[in-house]
């Protein structure tokens, strides 16, 4: 008889913790981890899910479709149950569409507690339980139960209370408490730098609609700190004061994250941007782009005198003017072209051969003018007084000159990128509008600097040497940095169109000098120039389509080169650059191409890998975006455990020498 009562027990016991209900596609296994709870104690309830082979359900956030599972509970009074705890989901593919969730078993776990007012007997927790089950396609399935307990004087543990009790100890993850903050494309996750090489990062928001999951995370560090960057969806929802998430490292360690947007320093950061535009902006003076055309500047006010100093300040306004717009309108290019969808950065205009032409032929001009062998045709230089007879009674001391020679000075420094330029513009072109505005225009005040320094205080002109005949010499000299600059860009025209750039460059030059040569007095002469000119570029045209194209699968084979490394810990520079980049090609010369910064890589196993942007790359301008970057130079060092260092642009054997350390 005892043994009977015993086996009844057991069977009530076991039925009591453990039992099991079935749907069309799944199966749902219930457990507590006790079988009696005293007054004032808990219980862990887990609802395991299991699905049919191929189909799946679905996390708290669900992803960009399907539905999250739910519980929902008629208890006694004096029971209450807690948020469920949800085992590590993973990213799930549904056609074109990025979901998250779960296949197989699913243990989900409900905390339960007890009020020390409950009285001692047998209650009834009465849940149900909804999912959404898909494979091709999506069917939604409820499943109501009831989970007997026991109130008794002393808690009891249940046979699956060590499975259930491991599980949630697996679920007992770190939490990491941080901040972020986000612009139109991207929020910002600051993370603490881990002990541990970083191959693969994962994260799981917990609020609906903020991520492009098809767009995948990136960790880098950035001095010392790590940043985590998320692409927001194309349509995102305010993501509100708190993102919160699963952050995965390496397929098997799983962090907490609760960050807080950044409500303070944001004016500062702001006036920072705008102080690195301004010295940016400043520095590009110097830079060779730049310096022949600030010197023409220069010596125009030497010719003037210190008699016209209203004159040279009303120019000096033209030439900033010039300036202003110039920038401006570079903005608003890149702002329009964002928005219909393409990625460009600082310098996207010289990707296209037909610009790079018009400006062969700017340079050009330009040179002979300086040697005073050029002139522009009679209805071209009236072509400002007569635009400026609408505002007021055009004159020679007219400010049009002024405005187009700021233009051309823009024009001509989008090859070149200063120091602290680069972090101004990265920052720019990833805020609002207004914010965007507002660096260029810092950007503008920069470059303009020197002239309205010069115009705008009279003991800056006295520092100047006095007017003379070696101010022709100068003009002469300065054409030189012109012609070579000329040769550069013949150069970059015949990287992005093959070998027939160079004849199409030296062409356009060889008309230019025999018309500079003629003087082009004869109309009619002209009339024949430009006829021959046309014929020429036809024929070449003709030749061009026959060409080869160029191969564009080098920098897949680098970024594949990138993935693989990080992958197996291997150390790697990388150099993004451009054929048409001034400071890209000085930093090769001066530091990148040397025989003993080679040798170094060699020695110390840091491969060397380039991605060229000379040509427009989708892929490059992400992977530039990632660094907080619109243009190039870039140079990114990663160490044996994947940490990426962003090196200075303008860089020194010393930059290369301090890698390993």
Request: proline residues 5%; neutral net charge; charged residues 15%.
């Amino acid at each position: 008889m005892k043994w009977i009562t015993f086996l009844i027990t057991f069977f009530l016991m076991v039925t009591s913790v453990s039992t099991g209900l079935t749907t069309t596609y799944s199966q749902l296994d219930i457990a507590t981890d006790k079988i009696e709870v005293s007054p004032g104690d808990s219980l862990i309830i887990s609802l395991t899910l299991s699905h049919s082979d191929g189909w799946h359900s679905y996390w708290k956030n669900p992803g960009e479709s399907g539905l999250a599972t739910t519980v929902t509970w008629a208890l006694p009074d004096g029971f209450n149950a807690g948020e469920i705890q949800w085992p590590f989901p993973e990213k799930i593919p549904f056609g074109d569409l990025i979901n998250i969730g779960f296949k197989g078993k699913i243990p989900l776990l409900v905390p339960m507690t007890v009020s020390s007012s409950v009285n001692k007997g047998e209650y009834q927790l009465q849940g149900t339980l909804k999912w959404l089950v898909c494979e091709e396609s999506c069917i939604p399935e409820s499943l109501e139960f009831e989970i007997p307990i026991t109130i008794a004087g002393i808690s009891k543990l249940s046979p699956q209370a060590l499975p259930i009790r491991k599980l949630q100890k697996e679920r007992e993850i770190e939490t990491i408490q941080t901040s972020y903050h986000d612009n139109e494309s991207f929020i910002l996750i600051s993370l603490p730098a881990f002990d541990i090489a970083i191959n693969d990062v994962e994260f799981f928001p917990e609020q609906l609609g903020i991520l492009d999951y098809k767009h995948p995370p990136l960790f880098q560090y950035q001095e010392k700190q790590g940043v985590l960057q998320l692409k927001k969806a194309t349509v995102s929802q305010d993501q509100g004061t708190v993102i919160s998430g699963l952050l995965r490292i390496n397929q098997t360690q799983y962090f907490q994250i609760q960050a807080s947007k950044q409500s303070i320093g944001i004016g500062i950061k702001l006036m920072t941007i705008l102080a690195f535009a301004f010295l940016g902006g400043l520095i590009l003076n110097i830079m060779p782009c730049v310096f022949p055309i600030l010197s023409l500047k220069v010596l125009a006010i030497l010719d003037k005198g210190k008699q016209e100093q209203a004159l040279i300040r009303k120019q000096a306004l033209s030439y900033t003017l010039g300036v202003i717009v110039s920038f401006f309108v570079i903005v608003t290019v890149l702002v329009w072209l964002k928005f219909i969808g393409l990625k460009l950065g600082w310098g996207f205009q010289l990707q296209n051969p037909l610009f790079i032409m018009m400006m062969i032929l700017i340079m050009m001009a330009v040179g002979l003018n300086l040697n005073d062998r050029f002139s522009l045709p009679q209805w071209l230089e009236s072509l400002p007084g007569s635009l400026s007879k609408f505002h007021y009674k055009a004159t020679s001391k007219s400010g049009w000159s002024d405005f187009f020679t700021g233009v051309l000075a823009v024009v001509v420094a989008t090859p070149c990128t200063a120091p602290f330029m680069a972090t101004a513009i990265g920052f720019a072109l990833t805020q609002p509008i207004i914010i965007m505005y507002i660096t260029f225009l810092a950007l503008a005040l920069g470059f303009s600097f020197p002239f309205l320094l010069i115009a705008y205080i009279p003991q800056f002109q006295q520092l100047l040497p006095k007017p003379g005949g070696w101010m022709i010499t100068v003009r002469h000299w300065l054409a030189i940095p012109l012609y070579m600059t000329v040769l550069w860009l013949i150069w970059v025209l015949a990287q992005q169109i093959g070998t027939l750039g160079w004849s199409l460059g030296f062409a356009m030059v060889g008309i230019l000098l025999v018309s500079s040569f003629l003087k082009m007095l004869n109309s009619r002469l002209l009339m024949i120039l430009v006829l021959s000119s046309l014929i020429a570029i036809g024929f070449l045209v003709h030749n061009a389509s026959r060409s080869s194209t160029i191969d564009t699968s080098i920098n897949q084979e680098a970024f594949t080169a990138i993935s693989v490394g990080l992958q197996n810990n291997q150390k790697m520079l990388v150099d993004v650059t451009a054929s048409w980049c001034v400071s890209c090609k000085v930093n090769e010369n001066v530091v990148l191409n040397r025989s003993d910064i080679k040798q170094f890589l060699v020695d110390n196993k840091i491969a060397m890998i380039v991605l060229d942007w000379t040509n427009y790359d989708e892929d490059i301008t992400r992977y530039l975006e990632s660094f907080n970057r619109q243009g190039v130079p870039l140079y990114v060092y990663y160490n044996e455990e994947g940490k990426a260092t962003v090196l200075p642009q303008v860089l020194q054997k010393k930059d290369i020498f301090q890698l390993i350390k």
